[in-house]
């Protein structure tokens, strides 16, 4: 629901009331309801036959950004820079709260408060972060390389919880929590360097597959072959990209299906789809088995993947908030707006409680709108000689305009040709190309872990069922904030599921997630999530009824930004100018950024598309 129910004193502005405090908010979160009927109703066509008369706001600014994500915000910051302290700034932002996908989730039981991250999980990328977006990483006071002061590393470890696969009996048979052998099959990987005979001798034992998938494993392991005798590796690689590694796994290396069952759900953290849509190139990039004989040379190189290419740098590059990257999207609306948040270090930004009521203060220069979705987007007069910008947007129940010298559009690509219909067709094209990954990012706050002990796990990875990973926080504690660090505290369990659809292409597969995620109650997801923990936790004798304080589903139909897949995406191995070039192209006083503009899911990408979008318009 939109909240007007927090309508204030004067009638209008819910945020300015002082029950207004979006991230303590349960239940349906993310992209919630109330936040995308007025896009949708766009989409269809409707919007305008039932919208009343624009009423003029009379306000003028220097930028109008749409979309108050971590892009949209650093537009602001960077417009600021460039155009000085007065400058005046609306950020426009259709959620109730500001973010976007860096969504902060908080809790509270007993005398025990809690965060978890709804959506941006933490700063990281394939690819080193560019010189601009480590800069502003620095000039927000994040180092980076501190981040094990706050890391309590060897907590679960050291208590004997380790990553776990749970076979399903839908799936595999029967239900069963199983020791993970294999690094990379599931969370954090804390036992790289055991990933030892033993873990996989107990694998082995215990995993209910075919004894013909067990041996072809340990043939996959032990026993590297040259699938592609006779090719060079740049050839083995193009192969490679053009193949799905579930196709690999049984028409290349010949496995029982049952190991095609048992990766099928590992890369949808990463892509939101199934090994049946992902290239055996980037299965190769993660270190999954079947690659070792093919002697392929790490070099990049044309036509590969950027998940195939590891990089030392980039992996190093790591830090984790107990709110995610919510933590960044805070430090700098505390940059942009002043009396929203106080503090004045990134560690003390973690327990800075936001006063929603200065988000949108006429005394401050750059101002902060939200539950108001862009309707309307246009130069006033011709694009190419116009001093100003009509932007309209809706806002309960009611459409207003403002005016501005200059528009960054740092919101989901497909929403701009349905707001910006002065854009050439071609590139209205592009930028509705730009699919979304459709996820669910749930928060469950338990009263204790003592069932997760029980079961001897911290991390579980579940390719058949609805969850396909769950974990106990990371535990980080920064700034004031304590994590958990006793089985008898209350806890965070993440739980990520990627809506998809294994067999079509990748773009259908989301589509068709999206579909189903905005068709599941919550209360039909609350049932799946109590069942699955019930079941994977059987043995540590975990009871939802007894044992969950709370529940926070944040879905994201339009999730992460689609990255190219050499799979679906021939342009990607064939090089020349992608779909997000063509969209994210500055038209008039109007530029495009967010993480879509560079087809890249990472938070640097929207502080890089930002850094353009901006310098295009001061540039012009
Ligand atoms: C679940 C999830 C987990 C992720 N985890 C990570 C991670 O761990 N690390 C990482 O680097 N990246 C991660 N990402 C990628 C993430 O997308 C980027 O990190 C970054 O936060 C994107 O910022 P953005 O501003 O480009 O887009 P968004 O955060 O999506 O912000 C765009 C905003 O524009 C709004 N909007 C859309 N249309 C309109 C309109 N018409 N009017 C007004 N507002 C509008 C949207 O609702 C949204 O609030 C994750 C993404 C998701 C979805």
């Excluded at 897949?565 to 064939?574: A, C, K, R, V």
């Amino acid at each position: 629901m939109m909240p007007w129910h927090w309508l204030a004193a004067d009638g209008k502005d819910p945020e300015k009331s002082a029950s207004y405090y979006p991230p303590a908010l349960m239940g349906m979160r993310g992209s919630h309801p109330g936040s995308f009927e007025t896009a949708h109703s766009l989409r269809d066509g409707t919007f305008w036959e039932n919208a009343g008369k624009p009423q003029d706001t009379g306000e003028a600014y220097d930028l109008v950004v749409v979309g108050g994500g971590i892009s949209g915000l650093a537009a602001a910051h960077y417009y600021r820079k460039a155009a000085g302290a007065n400058a005046r700034i609306l950020i426009l932002d259709n959620h109730d709260d500001f973010g976007g996908h860096a969504k902060r989730n908080e809790f509270r039981t007993g005398h025990a408060f809690r965060l978890g991250f709804g959506g941006t999980f933490s700063i990281e990328s394939p690819a080193p972060y560019s010189a601009v977006a480590k800069a502003m990483i620095e000039e927000l006071g994040i180092d980076v390389s501190s981040y094990s002061k706050y890391f309590d590393k060897d907590l679960y470890q050291s208590r004997g919880l380790r990553p776990t696969i749970f076979f399903n009996k839908e799936t595999f048979g029967a239900d069963k929590l199983v020791a993970n052998f294999h690094p990379r099959g599931g969370g954090e990987s804390e036992d790289a360097g055991e990933a030892s005979a033993e873990l996989f001798k107990r694998f082995l034992r215990d995993a209910p597959i075919a004894d013909q998938a067990k041996s072809d494993l340990q043939r996959l392991l032990s026993e590297p072959r040259d699938y592609y005798p006779g090719l060079s590796s740049d050839e083995k690689k193009a192969k490679l990209a053009r193949i799905s590694y579930a196709k690999y796994l049984t028409d290349v290396a010949g496995v029982h299906p049952d190991l095609v069952k048992l990766y099928q759900a590992l890369p949808h953290g990463l892509f939101g789809v199934g090994i049946d849509a992902v290239a055996a190139q980037d299965a190769w990039g993660f270190d999954l088995p079947g690659f070792e004989g093919l002697h392929l040379d790490p070099t990049p190189g044309k036509g590969m993947n950027r998940d195939a290419i590891p990089n030392e740098e980039a992996e190093k590059y790591f830090f984790h908030f107990p709110d995610g990257n919510a933590s960044i999207a805070r430090l700098l609306v505390r940059k942009l707006v002043p009396g929203v948040l106080s503090g004045d270090t990134a560690a003390d930004i973690v327990l800075a409680k936001a006063n929603y009521a200065k988000l949108d203060d006429t005394a401050s220069p750059i101002r902060i709108r939200l539950n108001s979705t862009a309707v309307r987007v246009k130069h006033v007069g011709e694009a190419a000689s116009a001093k100003e910008v009509e932007i309209s947007y809706a806002r309960g129940g009611s459409v207003y305009t403002t005016r501005a010298k200059n528009v960054v559009l740092a919101c989901w690509h497909v929403v701009v040709p349905y707001i910006c219909d002065e854009l050439p067709d071609k590139q209205k094209e592009a930028l509705a190309s730009a699919q979304k990954v459709p996820l669910l990012y749930t928060n469950v706050l338990v009263r204790n872990w003592k069932a997760f002990e029980k079961a001897g796990t911290n991390s579980i990875y579940a390719p058949g069922m609805y969850h396909s990973y769950v974990n106990l926080d990371q535990p980080v504690s920064i700034g004031g904030y304590e994590c958990a660090r006793k089985p008898e505290d209350p806890i965070v369990v993440h739980m990520m599921k990627a809506a998809c659809q294994p067999g079509l292409p990748a773009r259908q597969q989301h589509v068709a997630g999206r579909m189903e995620l905005y068709t599941t109650t919550f209360e039909t997801m609350e049932r799946n999530i109590r069942d699955q923990l019930a079941r994977m936790l059987a043995g540590g004798g975990f009871d939802p009824a007894r044992d969950i304080a709370g529940l926070t589903v944040n879905r994201w139909p339009h999730g992460y930004a689609y990255e190219y897949n050499s799979l679906f995406d021939s342009f990607w191995l064939e090089g020349g100018e992608t779909p997000c070039e063509v969209a994210r192209k500055t038209f008039g006083r109007i530029a495009i950024a967010n993480a879509d503009a560079g087809a890249y899911a990472y938070t640097d990408e929207a502080i890089n598309q930002a850094y353009r979008a901006v310098g295009d318009l001061v540039r012009s």
